[in-house]
């Protein structure tokens, strides 16, 4: 057993104290006929590269969808050069509008790229709402005149978009703006795009009493005042006047200027 003993402390030396060689040639004979060395378990300097692999990619997909979600940021944002000066003014908190792509009561294509460099004031609705409707489209003619007629001449572009582009054609979206105000541009399009905008500024509709093509949209009914960066100032209820709203307006406009 001393000798058992003896063998394996040796065996033990010859394996893990490299930097000294032994020079008993029966240990090193010994050792190569009566001993396998076990594989180190140990820190090693040449490490295998495959545990990273799930590592790096999930990495890199996470990256990705960094890069990704600052497209769209890109997207939304205003082009380089043009939102320092109403940089101020736009709402705080999560980003309300975006990117649309929808068509005019004359069938033009229409993006919102197309309305920069005007203050818009937007609102989403449709021409068969029974009272609701007609009378914030009534109070968007007469924002925009009482707006028209002071002394600074402020000039604002009201926009009209159907939540009800099944219905609303053009056509139809230009005859019932025109008994409005004809300086109302009406938007219409596919259903999906006309969606898509709604969801963009946080537009809530949905059909109600649905009996065929008879049926009233459930909405809300805000109007949004949009600086010419397309960035949303203000968001006005339909507890507002005309002279309140375009009150409002004028010093959301002024306010832009200092």
């Known amino acids: 057993m001393e ?34 060395p076990p594989l180190l378990t140990g820190p090693s300097t040449s490490k295998s590269w495959k545990p990273y692999i799930l590592p790096g ?10 890069l990704f979600l600052r497209y769209i940021d890109e997207r939304r944002a205003i082009p380089k050069g043009q939102g320092e000066k109403f940089e101020r003014s736009a709402i705080q908190g999560p980003i309300i509008g975006g ?12 993006t919102e790229r197309n309305l920069l460099g005007n203050w818009v004031l937007l609102y989403f609705g449709y021409t068969s709402s029974p009272d609701v409707g007609p009378a914030e489209v009534q109070k968007m003619a007469k924002t925009t005149d ?6 600074d001449h402020h000039k604002i572009l009201p926009v009209f978009v159907t939540i009800d582009p099944q219905r609303d054609t053009p056509s139809q979206l230009r005859a019932y703006l025109k008994e409005f105000d004809p300086r109302i541009m009406g ?27 008879d049926y009233l949209v459930e909405s809300s009914h805000n109007m949004y005042l949009v ?13 507002y006047s005309g002279e309140e709203l375009a009150d409002a307006i004028v010093k959301e406009l002024k306010k832009a200027e200092t």
């Not at 990619?57 to 960094?66: D, E, M, P, V």
């Open 3 to 36: 000798c058992t003993a003896i063998f394996l402390i040796t065996c033990f030396m010859c394996r893990f104290i490299p930097p000294k060689r032994f020079h008993s040639a029966s240990c090193m004979r010994s050792a190569r006929k009566t001993y396998d």
């Open 57 to 66: 990619a999930a990495l890199g997909g996470f990256g990705g969808l960094l």
């Open 99 to 110: 990117p649309f792509s929808l068509i005019d009561t004359e069938g033009h294509l229409v």
């Open 146 to 151: 009482i707006l028209g007629s002071k002394q």
């Open 187 to 213: 938007l219409t399009g596919p259903v999906a795009a006309v969606r898509q905008m709604a969801q963009e500024y946080r537009v809530y509709f949905k059909k109600v009493d649905e009996e065929g093509d």
């Open 227 to 239: 600086n010419p960066n397309m960035q949303v100032v203000r968001c006005f209820g339909v507890e």
